[in-house]
Nanobody, 116 residues
Framework: QVQLVESGGGLVQPGGSLRLSCAASGSIFSAAAVGWYRQAPGSERELVADITTRGSTNYADSVKGRFTMSRDNAKNLVYLQMNSVKPEDTAVYCC??????????WGRGTQVTVSS
């Protein structure tokens, strides 16, 4: 059973930076499209960024120019570098992997709180 585990969340001041990591227990990332989603209290879950198997990335307009998603298939890790964070970035961030044969997997999420 593949598991995704996020880490790196925490409390950060506005304008600060944070790097989230998503680790897979199995070697699925090399063939999977991976996305970072977030959900704030009372809000719908939204896609923050995603990355294809070839490394092409896509970002929500709200984070373009501030967040960068990357992947290290050899280490089964995916990252979300968050710069110039804003209070509205506060949410639980989850990673999602879609593998063509093994299906879809979700992590449990990591809390990011942006506050002074």
């Amino acid at each position: 059973q593949v598991q995704l585990v996020e880490s790196g969340g925490g409390l950060v001041q506005p304008g600060g930076s944070l790097r989230l990591s998503c680790a897979a227990s199995g070697s699925i990332f090399s063939a999977a499209a991976v996305g970072w989603y977030r959900q704030a209290p009372g809000s719908e879950r939204e896609l923050v960024a995603d990355i294809t198997t070839r490394g092409s990335t896509n970002y929500a307009d709200s984070v373009k120019g501030r967040f960068t998603m990357s992947r290290d298939n050899a280490k089964n890790l995916v990252y979300l570098q968050m710069n110039s964070v804003k209070p509205e970035d506060t949410a639980v961030y989850c990673c999602n992997a879609v593998h063509p044969y093994y299906g879809t997997y979700w992590g449990r999420g990591t809390q990011v709180t942006v506050s002074s």
